[in-house]
């Protein structure tokens, strides 16, 4: 279980450290992206058709972002169980919390760096278009 741990823990910082160069939001050239509006703002054409590398990487993006809910939503089930079923055993019981101390704080270290990532782009995509701007299109 320790492994699990481990293994969660280095995945939640890969997360920490990789996330905020991937986890952006739609800057792609179809629909409202970023990269649309600042190009219709410089006055060049917007008519591409095609899948561009940062939607790509959003999609990315979400499939991780669903495997990690999944792992949290496992490691506390499995914790759940294993407090429920250790009969007054104070052994068992702090192993229950310690996972699901673990998994609470790697969720909420991947959630910060996505918010944080998204609100650093919404931020610097305001301050250079002059507007607003919206993440997702």
């Known amino acids: ?26 800057l792609g050239t179809s629909g409202n992206g970023l990269t649309n509006q600042i190009s219709e703002a410089a006055g060049y054409s917007t008519n591409v058709t095609d899948t561009s590398l940062s939607q790509t990487v959003g999609r990315g993006i979400k499939i991780v972002l669903g495997f ?22 104070a052994e068992k019981v702090e192993q229950a919390q310690g996972i699901l ?18 609100f650093a782009l919404l931020f610097t995509g305001s301050a250079t278009m002059g507007g607003n701007t919206t993440v997702g299109g």
């Open 1 to 26: 279980m320790k492994f699990l741990q481990k293994y969660f823990c280095l995945l939640s910082l890969v997360f920490l450290i990789v996330g905020p160069v991937f986890a952006t939001p739609d």
């Open 68 to 89: 990690v809910g999944t792992i949290f939503f496992v490691l506390t089930v499995y914790a759940g169980i294993t407090w429920m079923t250790a009969q007054g055993n």
């Open 101 to 118: 101390r673990t998994a609470v704080i790697g969720l909420i270290i991947v959630l910060a760096a996505y918010s944080i990532t998204t």
